[in-house]
């Protein structure tokens, strides 16, 4: 398995910015799908956003499509999600996963072998 190691949260006023990192180990990044959740007070982890282990193709939930990007770095093993005109509902905290495989992009946290510890995004009204 991989480890990773989010990074990049805070406190933020809406319509602000952050870019979120995940710091991945081994020499195996580029075989895996990776992807971010977010989980607020209350409520059950839900996906934001995954990207293929190429970086070809991603997949954005609806409630953050125009808003936020996901890429990546095989060459430093790292994901990255940029956010754009955060919303307070955004607030949560945010985790990496990742998943080997080549083929598809799973949007389920089930579906995700490794996690990271998460990093708290909130953002101020």
């Known amino acids: 398995q991989v480890q990773l190691v989010e990074s990049g949260g805070g406190l933020v006023q809406a319509g602000g910015s952050l870019r979120l990192s995940c710091a991945a180990s081994g020499r195996t990044f580029s075989s895996y799908v990776m992807g971010w959740f977010r989980q607020a007070p209350g409520k059950e982890r839900e996906f934001v956003a995954a990207?293929?282990?190429?970086?070809?193709?991603?997949y954005n939930t609806d409630s953050v499509k125009c808003r936020f990007t996901i890429s990546r770095d095989n060459a430093k093993n790292t994901v990255y999600l940029q956010m754009n005109t955060l919303k307070p509902e955004d607030t949560a905290v945010y985790y990496c996963?990742?998943?080997?495989?080549?083929?598809?992009?799973?949007?389920?946290?089930?579906?995700?072998?490794?996690w990271g510890q998460g990093t708290q995004v909130i953002v101020s009204s």
């Open positions: 990207i293929s282990w190429s970086g070809r193709s991603t």
């Open positions: 996963a990742a998943d080997r495989r080549f083929g598809g992009i799973p949007t389920m946290a089930r579906d995700f072998s490794s």
